[in-house]
């Protein structure tokens, strides 16, 4: 781990929640780094494994907040998730343990959406607040009776919200997985290889002159350093100080906020 500010990077992959916002509201400094980055020349993404959301919504929020961003520049986990089922399950009927916006965004793309286990041929599970027994029990019967694989969009345990967070997609993964005994086949959201060709494709930068911060070891920092670009984590979101010094992975670079990124002189007055 390196010391100091990070150098200038001509490409930036940020994440969103607990990175560049919490709740509505930007985290310091957020909009003026975006700003001062895309300024030097850097070109600037977001990639989130929250499939809660369309691109186009997140792009409208950053836009909204004061980050002006086309809708093109935000990839999701289920842009990786599209990417996975085109390259592995193509043709094939998918029973969602998700919200609608996934389950229409599945839709859209050409995929088979089926409410019956006899059906499904992948049960794809996603973070989902409408999560209950009948869509767990629905899953179990797909899976044990009649041999449906499961794909997932995001290892994250957690999201991180301004009162302390909301189970995320691991929860309904895990439920899944403890009653079935079958282990997801995949889960594509950061920090999978799915996720970064989605986000590589539309930075169009190599991985060496890119950086990608966030605020999880095990999602943005591993990523990262699979790719072999750099890794900044930041903690203003999911990962404590302490977590961080303990943890296996180690980044880059830790900062306090994604404002840490430009030099001391640049930072005015954090917003």
Known sequence: MRNGTPALYAGYVLDLDGTVYLGDELLPGAAR????LRECGSRVIFATNRPLDTAAHYAAKLTRLGIPTPAQDVVTAVDALVHYLRERHAGRALLPIAEEVVQARLREEGFEVVTTPRRAEVVVVSFDRTFDYAKLYGAFRAVRDHGAAIVATNPDPYCPTPDGGL???AAMLAALEACTGARAEAIVGKPSRHMAAAFLDRLDVEPARTAVVGDRLATDVAMARDLGATGILVLSGATTPAAAAAAA?????VLAGIHQLLPAHDRGNHQ
């Open 249 to 253: 992975i180690k980044p880059d670079y």
């Open 167 to 169: 189970p995320d997609c």
């Open 33 to 36: 780094t975006v700003r001062r």
